[in-house]
Structures are given as C-alpha cells and as structure tokens.
C-alpha cells in the first residue's frame, strides 16, 4: 500500500524568511496531493492541492511542486508570518486510498 | 455554513464502557471517514463509508465499530476491546470516494480514559 513520508518533523523560522516541506510517496498510482494545516485544537483544513498532470500550483504565499519522477511533493510558504505557525500534513491519495505524512510542526518566531 | 461537527470536544471512559463519538455533516457528501491522531503521528483510517448503510473497515478497526443509517451521520463507538483509546478522533467527509476528492474534516473530539 501507500507509504508517505514528511520531512523534516519541526521546523522554526524568523519571521519573513520561507519554508520548505517535503513528502515522497511510494505508490506510482497516487494522482491526487493535498496540503492540510492543523491548528491547535482542531481539525485539519485544506490549504492547496495538486493533481498528478500538474508539476506546480502557486496560491499566494503558499505553492506546491510535485515531481512524479521522483515521487517527491513539497509545499513552499513565501514570507512567513506568525501566523503560519500549525502543524502542516502532506498526503497522497490513489483512487481508492489517501495517505497521511505523519506532519510537520512549523514555528514562525517574531 | 456548512461544514462537519463533532460532539463532544472532550470525552471520558472508564473501564470497560463504550462511548460513541458523533458527526454529522450538512455538506451533501456521500463518503465520510473515522481517522485516529496521535501525537507525533499522522493519521490513521479506522473505518469509511461510501454510501448510506455501507461502511468499510480502515487500517486501525479493532475495537471500534460504526454504523451509517442517515447520509449526514456517521457515528463512532469505541468499545471496551479497545485497549489504548486515549487519542484524538477525527471525523471527515468527501464527495465520493475515490479519484482527487479533497476531504473536508471536523474539529475533533479528544477522548481520555478515567
């Protein structure tokens, strides 16, 4: 089945610099990437996904790279601010299942 | 506003009682999903349903059981089998199962043991 991992596990930035996430995947057959932050307390929400006929998708401060070659996705976050401050999950999904990475705690010092 | 609720936020077990976990959506989804957090963890499937009154077991089943009479609700019991529930319980919904289905999650209910 799918495997999914995430790196790095936390992560802590200034203030304005980036972030870079990174997920590889093991099933050639995921077509479907999403990107969910999960603040304290609550529930995952979606903040951008990418489809496997898709090599980048950029949202604001926040884009995606895939590269199906190497089964490998990032999620980069441009000018972070405090507020950026979550846990962030990567996933990969085949038509039948979605995988979860096991997440990444991001830190954004003022 | 739709979206999915869980109830309660916070929930207690003693030894040797079930408890159920509820969730209902107003999204109009067909598939709903029950997923375990735990620290440091991603998240884990214990069970989804495709469609009213069908309900499919996920990596992580036992212990728990579920039922899916009504397509906004589906509800989560964790019974006394399971050893270790002390977890955080997350419910979500999609569309349809399958393909680039975005799923759309609740807040999460946080169950502890007495």
């Known amino acids: 089945g799918e495997n999914v991992e995430q790196h790095p596990s936390t992560l802590s930035v200034q203030e304005g610099d980036s972030a870079v996430i990174k997920c590889t995947y093991s099933?050639?057959?995921?077509?479907?990437f999403p990107w969910y932050k999960q603040e304290l307390g609550k529930g995952p929400q979606l903040i951008i996904d990418i489809r496997s006929n898709v090599g980048e998708k950029k949202d604001q401060r926040i884009a995606v790279t895939l590269n199906k070659t190497a089964k490998h996705f990032s999620l980069h976050i441009t000018e972070t601010q405090p507020e950026d401050s979550a846990v962030y999950f990567c996933?990969?999904?085949?038509?039948?299942?979605?995988?979860f990475g096991a997440g990444t705690r991001l830190t954004v010092k003022p | 506003d739709g979206g999915i609720t869980q109830s309660p936020k916070y929930l207690f077990r003693k030894e040797g009682q079930n408890v159920t976990l509820s969730c209902e959506q107003n999204l109009n989804h067909d598939a709903m999903y029950w997923y375990r957090q735990d620290p440091g963890q991603g998240l884990r499937l214990i069970y989804y349903?495709?469609?009213?009154?069908?309900?499919q077991k996920g990596d992580i089943a036992e212990g728990y059981s579920v039922s899916r009479e009504k397509k906004e609700s589906f509800p989560l019991t964790v019974t006394s089998a399971q050893k270790n529930p002390t977890a955080f319980y997350l419910c979500?919904?999609?569309?349809?199962?399958?393909?680039?289905?975005?799923?759309?999650f609740g807040d999460g209910t946080r169950l502890s043991i007495l």
């Open positions: 979500a919904s999609s569309e349809s199962r399958g393909g680039d289905q975005p799923q759309h």
């Open positions: 099933d050639s057959a995921s077509n479907y």
């Open positions: 996933a990969a999904s085949t038509y039948f299942d979605m995988r």
């Open positions: 349903s495709q469609i009213v009154n069908d309900f």
